[in-house]
């Protein structure tokens, strides 16, 4: 019984693996779709004459944005696959404290724009790790941060940190993101052998801890 159990078992994470594959290459495929139309609908409208000379710079800066998407979505699927393929990557020991304080700076503008603050304090620390994916941990949790600080939204626990998904999906092309960055966050932190805790209360904010081991 107990090796039919763990047949059983087995059977069932195959099922939801391949569901996980399925769901995650249809939200890709939608993803990559949205911008896309977006860009084909513009330069067709320019091809055919249909647009008026003052309206060509509104225009052209859409094809540049929805193209700017794009590269975003595929760079983010592309350090998803890395991840999910157990890639090595080169590793260093990466202070995290002048780190922090790189992303403050490189956020400042879009902080402002929300007026929201940034604040970095604390001591240096040093991780010994893949720069990129301990940058793209700090950055995409400011990054939302920024981004849902807002009155009246709301954050589904239960599914944070799924790929693409969103609790008002209307509301991304609003933010700009790909809906890859908390997933990105959760799969760097365990390449660390580092552990995410999340608290969320209602009206008064979300804690989101990362826990990483220090270099030796």
């Known amino acids: 019984r107990p090796f039919v159990s763990m047949i059983k078992q087995q059977h069932m994470d195959i099922l939801n693996h391949a569901q996980m594959r399925q769901e995650f290459t249809a939200n890709v495929s939608h993803e990559l779709k949205t911008p896309l139309q977006g860009i084909i609908g513009s330069a067709e409208l320019i091809e055919n004459g249909m647009v008026r000379d003052e309206d060509m710079p509104r225009f052209v800066g859409h094809i540049r944005s929805e193209a700017q998407r794009l590269v975003s979505l595929i760079n983010d699927i592309i350090r998803l696959s ?17 780190l922090s304080q790189e992303i403050s700076e490189d956020l400042g503008a879009a902080a402002k724009k929300k007026n929201v ?100």
């Not at 991840?83 to 404290?97: A, H, I, T, W």
């Not at 390449?191 to 904010?205: A, F, I, Q, V, W």
Request: glycine share 12%; aromatic share 6%; proline share 3%.
């Open 82 to 98: 890395q991840l999910d393929e157990g890639d090595e990557m080169p590793r260093e020991n990466v202070g995290l404290l002048s």
């Open 117 to 216: 603050t940034l604040n970095v304090g604390g001591h240096e620390a040093y991780v010994f790790g893949v720069p990129r994916l301990l940058y793209e941990i700090v950055y995409n949790l400011c990054d939302n941060a920024i981004k849902y600080n807002r009155e009246g939204g709301r954050v589904d626990i239960a599914r944070i940190f799924e790929r693409f998904y969103r609790v008002d999906k209307s509301h991304s092309k609003a933010t700009g993101g790909t809906g890859l960055g908390l997933s990105i966050v959760k799969h760097a932190v365990l390449c660390h052998s580092g552990t995410l805790s999340l608290e969320s209360e209602e009206n008064k904010g979300t804690r989101i801890t990362v826990t990483l081991p220090l270099s030796k």
